[in-house]
């Protein structure tokens, strides 16, 4: 598994004046969010199997999930609140589920601030 940190933009700091509503407008302090976007090369034939898969481990861990499959590579997005989880522990639990369907695959992951990372600057191939 190859992970590749994206860089992280300036963001607001957690200030004692602003309100919970404050902060999750600007996905700050407890509403801060991670991303790890996962690409790997698979059968395209096993996409709704992959697909519902994924979207299981979603409604039971309470992720947000994009997935795609283009340029001839999965693309899973799993978004996360920071506090909720750490960053390792969703990669197990997704790349499990991967395995499980499709057996070992090279993973490639992006991951960041969902919000305020410079995710423009990692997507240069």
Not at 84 to 103: D, H
Not at 114 to 120: K, S
Request: glycine share 4%.
């Amino acid at each position: 598994m190859n992970i590749i940190t994206v860089p992280e933009m300036a963001k607001p700091q957690v200030k004692s004046h602003h309100k919970a509503r404050h902060m999750k407008k600007m996905a700050i302090g407890p509403f801060a969010q991670t991303c790890a976007e996962i690409r790997f090369s698979a059968d395209i034939e096993k996409f709704d199997q992959v697909d519902s898969a994924l979207i299981q481990c979603q409604q039971q861990q309470g992720w947000d999930l994009f997935i795609a499959y283009f340029n001839e590579q999965y693309h899973v997005a799993v978004n996360f609140f920071t506090e909720q989880q750490e960053l390792n522990a969703v990669l197990e639990i997704t790349n499990a589920v991967i395995v499980k369907e499709l057996g070992e695959v090279e993973l490639q992951v992006l991951a960041g601030d969902a919000n305020y990372g410079d995710w423009e600057s990692c997507y240069i191939d």
